[in-house]
T-cell receptor
Framework: KAGVTQTPRYLIKTRGQQVTLSCSPISGHRSVSWYQQTPGQGLQFLFEYFSETQRNKGNFPGRFSGRQFSNSRSEMNVSTLELGDSALYLC????????????FGPGTRLLVL | AQSVTQLDSQVPVFEEAPVELRCNYSSSVSVYLFWYVQYPNQGLQLLLKYLSGSTLVESINGFEAEFNKSQTSFHLRKPSVHISDTAEYFCAVSEVSGTYKYIFGTGTRLKVLA
């Protein structure tokens, strides 16, 4: 099976712009979670989608949003980018929740100038 | 609310020496416990997990972790490390019920020295 793929792998944006990141989960996986990884902060949970519905949400401002399509692919959008949004954004998929192992993509590295 | 604490941000250790990476958690409900590893420029991958049963769990590459409910800990150990174990290690918990949200620790960077 193909692993979790994320596009693009690298992005450079300027403050005020918006960005959309894409994640394709492992075939058959219905849950997709997004995380922000920064040095010193570890992985911060953004949100989780399951069957096109947001099931969980972390403590991020409304500028961060996401959605999931019927084929389980997910997108994450960040509007009005700030310098502090520079990070590695990781997507993880699993068949369901709880005991399920999360399978991570390689991430999208976003740099905001 | 759940929380995961990894007190050591960096752990240097010589090759073939033993290592312990510490993880403590806080939760008002029962949890599942995980260790993930992140090699440079890669995403995270599962190393081992505790769901129930024996409190000692092992990975295929020689790591083991023991669930200690009274101390709310899930420390990761390896009796003899290799250069290839150099990576960042993340402890995580997931509630057994309720939101099932994954909470990760801030990570421990293991540096194995020759």
């Amino acid at each position: 099976k193909a692993g979790v793929t994320q596009t693009p792998r690298y992005l450079i944006k300027t403050r005020g712009q918006q960005v959309t990141l894409s994640c394709s989960p492992i075939s058959g996986h219905r849950s997709v979670s997004w995380y922000q990884q920064t040095p010193g902060q570890g992985l911060q949970f953004l949100f989780e989608y399951f069957s096109e519905t947001q099931r969980n949400k972390g403590n991020f401002p409304g500028r961060f949003s996401g959605r999931q399509f019927s084929n389980s692919r997910s997108e994450m959008n960040v509007s009005t980018l700030e310098l502090g949004d520079s990070a590695l954004y990781l997507c993880a998929s699993s068949f369901d929740r709880g005991v399920e192992t999360q399978y991570f993509g390689p991430g999208t590295r976003l740099l905001v100038l | 609310a759940q929380s995961v604490t990894q007190l050591d941000s960096q752990v240097p250790v010589f090759e073939e020496a033993p290592v312990e990476l510490r993880c403590n958690y806080s939760s008002s409900v029962s949890v599942y416990l995980f260790w993930y590893v992140q090699y440079p420029n890669q995403g995270l991958q599962l190393l081992l997990k505790y769901l129930s049963g024996s409190t000692l769990v092992e990975s295929i590459n020689g790591f083991e972790a023991e669930f200690n409910k009274s101390q709310t800990s899930f420390h990761l150990r390896k009796p003899s490390v290799h250069i290839s174990d150099t990576a960042e290690y993340f402890c995580a918990v997931s509630e057994v019920s309720g939101t099932y949200k994954y909470i990760f620790g801030t990570g421990t960077r293991l540096k194995v020295l020759a």
